[in-house]
């Protein structure tokens, strides 16, 4: 399975990359970086799902961003040379294309065309923290589970994925108690089913429909910019 953002490159920008990558595979709550840290190699996920964290003063942290194979990790924090503002965890298990900072940073100063395709990819994922926090702070926590199931849907290679509750109640800066509670109502309706340790995404229109308008802004600001689509545009 590919990267998108490197297979919609141009033949010429993709070998200034290529001969440089190398496959990593990453696992459900490993950290690719961590806040504060200088940031040495850029992840270009071909699977699984990788999390943006904000770190708040009392040692919890929120979820401010979901990469996917449409992405990648590793350079959306600043310039190339500046340290990590948040910390990057997978989400849902995966494997990754890496390259050394240093030769994707001269890569884009050989190429006008793939700054031009990390400033569109960097300027969905802003949207993408902008409406989160938004979406964090005034809507329902019903609204807010089904927006966020369906980002991981979008990014995730199944109906089914490896989550517990406690995933999910850090995910979102809520309590688990919550989560459970929220999450049987929305299993209830039939739109998800859940098991130790992993959700299904049975009726994604309905998930979709009990989601509030921030998903379906997220999608648009991608389609607008024309970065490539996560897996769920399949769904």
């Not at 964090?136 to 609204?143: G, K, S, T």
Request: aromatic letters at 6%.
């Amino acid at each position: 399975m590919d990267n998108l953002w490197i297979a919609a490159l141009d033949p010429a920008d993709r070998l200034r990359l290529e001969p440089h990558l190398h496959e990593r595979p990453f696992a459900q709550g490993q950290m690719l970086y961590d806040a504060g840290e200088a940031v040495e190699e850029v992840w270009f996920p071909m699977s699984g799902v990788v999390s943006l964290m904000t770190l708040l003063d009392d040692n919890r942290m929120v979820e401010t961003a979901a990469i996917g194979r449409e992405g990648l990790v590793g350079v959306t924090c600043g310039p190339l040379n500046a340290r990590a503002a948040s910390r990057a965890i997978a989400q849902v298990d995966g494997v990754s294309a890496c390259c050394p900072a240093a030769v994707f940073a001269d890569a884009l100063g050989r190429s006008e065309s793939m700054r031009t395709a990390l400033a569109k990819f960097t300027e969905s994922l802003f949207a993408q923290v902008q409406q989160a926090a938004a979406c964090n702070a005034q809507h329902r926590l019903d609204e807010r589970l089904a927006r966020w199931l369906l980002t991981i849907h979008d990014r995730a290679d199944a109906d089914r994925f490896a989550l517990t509750q406690l995933d999910i109640a850090g995910m979102l800066g809520v309590r688990r108690a919550t989560v459970s509670e929220v999450g049987s109502a929305l299993e209830e309706k039939g739109l998800i089913r859940r098991g130790r340790g992993w959700v299904e995404v049975l009726d994604r229109k309905a998930l979709e429909k009990a989601s509030c308008g921030c998903y379906a802004q997220m999608r648009g600001v991608m389609q607008d910019l024309g970065v490539p689509r996560p897996n769920g545009s399949t769904h």
